[in-house]
């Protein structure tokens, strides 16, 4: 089994890929549904993986709120591929919460990366 570090580097690279034009926020249904808050949209939920990996961020409820909260619908895939990128988002986002999880579940509260 891989080991934590190898994971957050292959989903670190992974994330690197995005090229940042937001094609996808627009699509995304929790950012429509708060009217605006780019940390619930698929680029924003992206950004926060990649600082919570990158020992930027903390851990806490907030953040897990933005990750959790994503409805693993793929609207913003379908957006992201139509436009010549071929990131998996909803995967990203699983696999930040899968790792998060773990981590809460070494520390039993908060902590960062
Ligand atoms: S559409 Fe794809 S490349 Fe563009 S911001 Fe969204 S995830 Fe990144
Ligand atoms: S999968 Fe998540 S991030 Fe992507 S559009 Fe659906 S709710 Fe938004």
Request: net charge positive.
């Given at each position: 089994m891989r080991d934590d570090q190898q994971i957050r580097t292959d989903l670190l690279k992974e994330i690197a890929?995005?090229?940042?034009?937001?094609?996808c926020v627009d699509v995304c249904p929790t950012y429509q549904a708060s009217e605006g808050?780019?940390?619930?949209?698929s680029y924003g939920r992206l950004q926060i993986t990649k600082y919570l990996l990158n020992g930027m961020l903390a851990f806490d409820d907030p953040l897990t709120y933005c990750l959790y909260s994503?409805?693993?619908?793929?609207r913003c895939e379908r957006m992201c591929h139509s436009k010549g990128q071929a990131i998996d988002i909803c995967a990203l986002i699983q696999a930040g919460r899968e790792l998060l999880s773990a981590r809460l579940a070494e520390g039993g509260s908060h902590a960062a990366l």
């Open positions: 890929k995005c090229r940042a034009c937001r094609f808050v780019e940390s619930l949209s994503c409805l693993q619908c793929r």
